[in-house]
């Protein structure tokens, strides 16, 4: 299963961008799909999460009230709306398919491919 994340660029501060996370040769809406980024010089963390079946929203505090997790089935596509940026959003954007450790409220990706990711650049 491999993803590709698009929709990148530079973006002032306060501004909005939606990223995309397509798959090609399976339906996207059978797996959970996670966000992840990475900034430089720091480790990979999750941001936001969107379940198979029933579509529940899960995201990390530093993006609540910011971001949200669209999921349209029909054009097999997961989105990252993002609003209100940050210039601490500056990251390395990826999603992924992932699952949650049932004893925590930490995600992890199912795969070890991330792909090339999708540089967002937030200018302050």
């Known amino acids: 299963v491999q993803l590709q994340a698009s929709g990148g660029g530079l973006i002032q501060a306060g501004g909005s961008r939606r990223l995309s996370c397509s798959a090609s040769g399976f339906t996207l809406g059978y797996y959970t799909i996670g966000w992840f980024r990475q900034a430089p010089g720091k480790e990979r963390e999750g941001v936001s999460y969107i379940t198979n079946g029933d579509g529940s929203t899960y995201y990390e505090d530093f993006v609540k009230g910011r971001f949200t997790i669209p999921r349209d089935n029909a054009k097999n596509t997961v989105y990252l709306q993002m609003n209100s940026l940050k210039s601490e959003d500056t990251a390395v954007y990826y999603c992924?398919?992932?699952?949650?450790?049932?004893?925590?409220?930490?995600?992890?990706?199912?795969?070890?491919?991330w792909g090339q990711g999708t540089l967002v650049t937030v200018s302050s």
């Open positions: 992924a398919t992932v699952r949650k450790d049932p004893y925590s409220s930490i995600w992890y990706p199912i795969s070890d491919y």
